[in-house]
């Protein structure tokens, strides 16, 4: 199933992504794709939002993956930005994560392309212009 969707602002991207938020079950992945500055991370504040987790949604630049516990389902939100291969990939962690029963969500899921599970959300978003995003969701 492809769906496409044109976001006019940040808060289209999250309640976007809030909405697709209610389909997830527990061991769902979703990879986001696209360029820095795209709107990952805000996509990221929406299914957790969509969750009803209560807390901060940052960037996991420097941890590589942030917890977000206590919502309806656990969310693990990776950055695979500086994940170069399968030994860094296992480090973090990541195949543990997915089966743990939360949701999985990475960033920067170009570098792991190989490692995603075949039932994966994939959510590509591209910059149209300062405002507008194009997102497009494959499952
Ligand atoms: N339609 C939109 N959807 C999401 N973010 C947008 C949109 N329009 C502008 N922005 C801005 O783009 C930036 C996206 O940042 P962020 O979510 O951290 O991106 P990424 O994680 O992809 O690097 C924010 O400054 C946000 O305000
Ligand atoms: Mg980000």
Do not use: Q
């Amino acid at each position: 199933m492809r769906e496409e969707f044109v976001s006019n602002c940040e808060k289209d991207t999250i309640s976007f992504a809030k909405s697709l938020s209610k389909s997830l079950t527990p061991g769902s992945v979703i990879s986001l794709f696209g360029d820095l500055g795209v709107g990952k991370t805000h996509f990221v504040k929406g299914i957790a939002e969509g969750l009803e987790y209560r807390g901060d949604v940052t960037s996991p630049t420097f941890n590589i993956v942030n917890e977000y516990l206590g919502g309806k389902l656990n969310i693990y939100h990776f950055d695979m930005y500086r994940i170069t291969g399968w030994d860094d990939l296992y480090s973090t962690g990541y195949f543990e994560y997915i089966e743990n029963g939360g949701v999985v969500i990475t960033e920067w899921s170009e570098n792991i392309e190989g490692a995603l599970p075949a039932d994966t959300i994939k959510v590509t978003i591209t910059r149209i212009d300062d405002t507008k995003r194009k997102i497009v969701v494959e499952r």
